[in-house]
């Protein structure tokens, strides 16, 4: 599966964004997805998950209350709505799939099957 992000950008604190992950290539409902960042010098951390259907979903305790994940399986589309956002929240953005589900996921220490490229997020004080 192909997966492209969109919708970052620079944000005064407090402030929000939504990001996009498209997705192509496979059946997007087969997959569970996830949200991770980056930045630059230290290694890529977790965001947020979401099962096949969008019932369930899972949050690093650092965005857990202002991050909200979502997915329209009939747009083959995962979101990351950012709220409340800080300048520690700046990273490159990545989305990424995973057939095996959101346990799976979460067992592995969040182990991914497919990765798109990301999208920068900056959060200006």
């Known amino acids: 599966v192909q997966l492209q992000a969109s919708g970052g950008g620079l944000v005064q604190a407090g402030g929000s964004l939504r990001l996009s992950c498209a997705a192509s290539?496979?059946?997007?409902?087969?997959?569970?997805m996830g949200w991770f960042r980056q930045v630059p010098g230290e290694e890529r951390e977790f965001v947020a998950a979401?099962?096949?259907?969008?019932?369930?979903?899972y949050y690093a305790d650092s965005v857990k209350g202002r991050f909200i994940i979502s997915r329209d399986n009939a747009k083959n589309t995962v979101y990351l709505q950012m709220n409340s956002l800080k300048p520690e929240d700046t990273a490159v953005y990545y989305c990424?799939?995973?057939?095996?589900?959101?346990?799976?996921?979460?067992?592995?220490?969040?182990?991914?099957?497919?990765w798109g490229k990301g999208t920068q997020v900056t959060v200006s004080s």
């Open positions: 990424a799939a995973n057939a095996d589900g959101l346990g799976y996921i979460i067992r592995t220490g969040y182990s991914m099957d497919y």
């Open positions: 979401i099962s096949w259907s969008g019932g369930s979903t």
């Open positions: 290539g496979r059946t997007f409902s087969d997959y569970a």
